[in-house]
């Protein structure tokens, strides 16, 4: 069974651009969550999706948006970004909402 | 919110040496969870806990959910080069869903040979 998958692995912005960063789950999951890795401030959950609903949120601006479709991929977009939104992207996938998280390899952002 | 301290923060030992690291947390847990990340990679699940008091092993690795619900521990016996990498404990909210977890602040382990 293939693992999540993320894409593109690496990506350079520049302050005030938007990106969005795509999450194929393992086959049969139906719950994807979106966290967000810093030296500074660790591993933070960003969202969760669940049948094409967003059904918990962290503690994230406006700027942090996902979406979930049909096949339960997933993206997530950041709009104006900022320095600060350097970091390691983290994508995890599970059978349902309370089953074991299977995380991806990550997408590294770099914004200058 | 919630938050995990975990210690030490970075370890170096010699290859054979048995590893410990805990977690503690300001509020309690019904699920400990142990995650392993190495570098250009996402976490790994390692272990998971459920139940006070608990004891599981997976091969050289044996965690306990604390007494109090509010630590856990990990050791790992014999280390090998392979052990290297940020061990992470996680669980999630006590009120919420498993699709949410809070980490660690993570422990990094480094092995010579």
């Known amino acids: 069974k293939a693992g999540v998958t993320q894409t593109p692995r690496y990506l350079i912005k520049t302050r005030g651009q938007q990106v969005t960063l795509s999450c194929s789950p393992i086959?049969?999951?139906?719950?994807v969550s979106w966290y967000q890795q810093t030296p500074g401030q660790g591993l933070q959950f960003l969202f969760e999706?669940?049948?094409?609903?967003?059904?918990n949120k962290g503690n994230f601006p406006g700027r942090f948006s996902g979406r979930q479709f049909s096949n339960s991929r997933s993206e997530m977009n950041v709009s104006t970004l900022e320095l600060g939104d350097s970091a390691l992207y983290l994508c995890?996938?599970?059978?349902?909402?309370?089953?074991?998280?299977?995380f991806g390899p990550g997408t590294r952002l770099l914004v200058l | 919110g919630q938050q995990l301290n975990q210690s030490p923060q970075s370890m170096f030992i010699q290859e054979g040496e048995d590893v410990s690291m805990n977690c503690t947390s300001s509020?309690?847990?019904?699920?400990w969870l142990w995650y392993k990340q190495e570098p250009g990679e996402g976490p790994v699940l390692l272990i998971a806990?459920?139940?006070?008091?608990e004891l599981t092993s997976n091969g050289r690795l044996t965690a306990q959910f604390g007494i109090t619900r509010k630590d856990s521990f990990l050791n790992i016996s014999a280390s090998i080069p392979s052990d290297v990498g940020i061990y992470f404990c996680?669980?999630?909210?006590?009120?919420?869903?498993?699709?949410?977890?809070?980490f660690g602040t993570g422990t990094r382990l480094q092995v010579t040979l």
């Open positions: 995890a996938s599970s059978f349902d909402r309370e089953g074991t998280q299977y």
């Open positions: 086959s049969g999951h139906r719950s």
């Open positions: 999706y669940f049948s094409e609903t967003q059904r």
């Open positions: 509020s309690i847990f019904n699920t």
């Open positions: 806990l459920y139940k006070a008091g």
């Open positions: 996680a669980g999630p909210p006590i009120s919420g869903t498993a699709s949410k977890l809070t």
